[in-house]
T-cell receptor
Framework: GAVVSQHPSWVICKSGTSVKIECRSL??????MFWYRQFPKQSLMLMAT?????????EQGVEKDKFLINHASLTLSTLTVTSAHPEDSSFYIC???????????FGQGTRLTVV | GQNIDQPTEMTATEGAIVQINCTYQ??????LFWYQQHAGEAPTFLSY??LDGLEEKGRFSSFLSRSKGYSYLLLKELQMKDSASYLC??????????WGAGTKLIIKP
């Protein structure tokens, strides 16, 4: 099956620093990538959708200058949390979809803790 | 607005059967997914229904009724490893996934 690799699995950073999370599709071309965050005991919240080579589309309430998304190739998308604060601590998950396929495959997730 | 409802938590006994319901109201419908998510991990795909009826896959089955905006996930012969959250998600008219809040399933010996 299709594999999406997300890195790092967990990261601890100091408040005010930036953190980059990578999401790679290993055996398919990820035409569309989705970035989610998930707080404990809550469902996935879509942050943004990105199509290769285009600017990401952010959901309402998500600050695009704070959560920078780059999808420069068909196999890699990155999410950079800039000037991270403790309230940004969360579980971030990417998923990728190829072309017109309906199923999206998930990365392993990144547990971000900002101290 | 778009809405997906599923119970917050359910408890069942090892070896038994449990049914997790999901009702939805979305702008358009292009299929319904069920995902399993263990604590601290990303969701994993369980099933996809786009036509009415029952889809069986091993111990897991998923049912869909589009006219009722209703689906359920049926888990048979429950095992302790089935303890997880089960997420219902609908693909809307824009092919975006709308997620339910998930049902935490607790399996007791």
């Amino acid at each position: 099956g299709a594999v999406v690799s997300q890195h790092p699995s967990w990261v601890i950073c100091k408040s005010g620093t930036s953190v980059k999370i990578e999401c790679r599709s290993l055996d398919f071309q990820a035409t569309t990538m989705f970035w989610y965050r998930q707080f404990p005991k809550q469902s996935l919240m879509l942050m943004a959708t990105s199509n290769e080579g285009s600017k990401a589309t952010y959901e309402q309430g998500v600050e695009k200058d704070k959560f920078l998304i780059n999808h420069a190739s068909l196999t890699l998308s990155t999410l950079t949390v800039t000037s991270a604060h403790p309230e940004d601590s969360s579980f971030y998950i990417c998923s990728a979809r190829e072309g017109g396929d309906l199923e999206a495959f998930f990365g392993q997730g990144t547990r971000l803790t900002v101290v | 607005g778009q809405n997906i409802d599923q119970p917050t938590e359910m408890t069942a006994t090892e070896g038994a059967i449990v049914q997790i319901n999901c009702t939805y109201q979305t702008s358009g419908f292009n299929g319904l997914f069920w995902y399993q998510q263990h604590a601290g991990e990303a969701p994993t795909f369980l099933s996809y229904n786009v036509l009415d009826g029952l889809e069986e896959k091993g111990r897991f089955s998923s049912f869909l009724s589009r006219s009722k905006g209703y689906s359920y996930l049926l888990l048979k012969e429950l095992q302790m490893k089935d303890s997880a959250s089960y997420l219902c998600a609908v693909l809307d008219s824009n092919y975006q996934l709308i997620w339910g809040a998930g049902t935490k399933l607790i399996i007791k010996p």
